[in-house]
């Protein structure tokens, strides 16, 4: 059982099982390599070591009360979802449609960058793809930007390693947890959509980035 498990923690250890539980909740997935912005290189992240560790404490406590804890080594992710479909999160079509864009700039860079799960764009570069796939016809305003970029960030989609969330050339790392959330069978079919090059295709696109909007569990399913 979880708690004799949780018995053997020392008291730090167990203080940190609280801490990493609550990041969980409310940020959805937890990432192996992370940028360290201060010693500007790619680290393994200490919270997922804690996690991977315990990892069958974890996922015995989080499972009495109807979450489930999944692990991908290779991707090097650890996501959390609801059993119940409960704590959805709805991205609105802003959100959804930079997903998208962030998830076909990575599905097109890791065939460039076969030895890494994380691809690095900006937010220039985005926002131009996004343009050229006709998804807008120009740049969203900064403060709805800023939101929907946020908002990623938060669930560990992206994370920024330089500049500010408005500035053109800022730098994203897309991270491998966008597989999980948008995922190949998704990112085939919007391809194709875009590729057939019609309006009807484009109606179909935006449908189709539209059912993403409950992919996301975090801690608040009024987001």
Known sequence: MWFELYEKL????????????SSLLAHTFLIRDIYDTK?????????YRFVERNFELFVEYLGFGGWALQKDSNYGV????NVY????????RNTTLILYTLRLIF????EKV?????????????????ITLGLI??????????EALRQLDNYRVIQKIAGSWEDAESKLLILPSILFIVTNERISKL???YDAKDDQADSEVTEAAAATEEVIRGEDGAI
């Open 114 to 130: 076969a030895l890494r799960n994380e691809i690095l764009t900006t937010v220039a570069n985005t926002v131009h793809k996004m």
């Open 10 to 21: 020392t008291n730090s250890e167990k203080e940190e099982f609280r801490r990493l539980l």
């Open 137 to 146: 016809k120009k740049k969203p305003s900064d403060k709805d930007l800023i």
């Open 39 to 47: 010693e500007n290189l790619m680290i393994v992240n200490p919270e």
């Open 85 to 92: 479909e409960y704590n959805r999160v709805r991205l609105d």
């Open 107 to 110: 599905e097109e860079e890791r």
């Open 191 to 193: 391809s194709e959509m």
């Open 78 to 81: 650890i996501s959390l979802t």
